[in-house]
């Protein structure tokens, strides 16, 4: 990309933030010395930009050495993105969900049970479970586990299930 253009998307960024205004009447007033493709190409970079949100899984890690730590980092039109903090030895007593979920160990090993049947689980696994199925964790080691929940479900049952 050009780096004109950067600039620009940089400024249109700032007025957006600045006012609510219209990415449309902004790109329209600043943009008259490029051509029609390239507006519209800015324009919608500009839109995803200002749609998109940002988290991290490995800042700010904080252990909890009582129990398990249950942390919202992304409540999107879909889904609810959470960071589970597991100190090696720490459980998850057998629950269930009322929605389908996935669950990723970012960092870690974790034993998953799932219906009375031990899954090993190492950094970078991802599996799926659907919803009223019952199940377990127990981390081996320091584990970083994300879990994305359905829209419908909520954090505050995580939460619970933790404090167990």
């Known amino acids: 990309m050009h780096y004109g253009y950067m600039i620009y998307i940089l400024y249109i960024r700032k007025k957006l933030n600045q006012e609510k205004a219209n990415i449309n009447s902004i790109a329209s007033t600043k943009l008259k010395v490029i051509s ?7 324009i919608n970079f500009l839109k995803n930009i200002k749609n998109m949100k940002t988290s991290s899984l490995i800042q700010n890690i904080e252990y909890n050495a009582e129990k398990p730590k249950v942390e919202l980092l992304l409540d999107t039109e879909f889904t609810k993105e959470i960071r589970i903090l597991l100190k090696a030895g720490q459980v998850m ?13 970012f960092e870690g090993k974790v034993d998953f049970g799932v219906e009375d049947e031990i899954h090993h689980l190492v950094k970078g696994d991802i599996l799926t479970l659907s919803g009223k199925v019952p199940h377990d964790l127990k981390a081996l080691e320091d584990s970083i ?9 909520k954090i505050e049952r995580v939460k619970e299930v933790s404090e167990k």
């Open 93 to 105: 007593k057998e629950h269930q969900t009322p929605y389908p979920i996935v669950v990723e160990l």
């Open 145 to 153: 586990v994300r879990l994305t929940l359905s829209k419908g479900d």
């Open 36 to 42: 029609p493709i390239e507006k519209n190409f800015l």
